[in-house]
């Protein structure tokens, strides 16, 4: 279990970096757009139409990348999420948002 655990971690971690260069996630980051949040998936923290639009592309990709990996692990969809939710918050760069205490916040 710990295995799969570790693996469903290393998969998700490329996840978020293959999204990053896919679709200019950093850049997004890097100009506070958009934010981690507590359960696996982006933010807006600009309310923008094209931020928003960034934030569901990213978000429906983050779930169904989820999805398999907790079929294929044996756990729930809500364990993959907060396991990469964590993952998420910890590589959150210096100044990028972060969604704690129902507010953005730069770490």
Partial sequence: ???RI???LIIVSFLFSSIAFAIDLDEAKDKGLVGEKGNGYL???VAQKDTQDLVADINAKRKAVYAELA???GITLQQVEKLA???AYDKTSTGHYLWVGNQWTKK
């Fill in 1 to 3: 279990m710990k295995n």
């Fill in 6 to 8: 570790f693996t469903s």
């Fill in 43 to 45: 933010g807006a923290v």
């Fill in 71 to 73: 079929a294929k692990n």
């Fill in 85 to 87: 939710a964590k993952k």
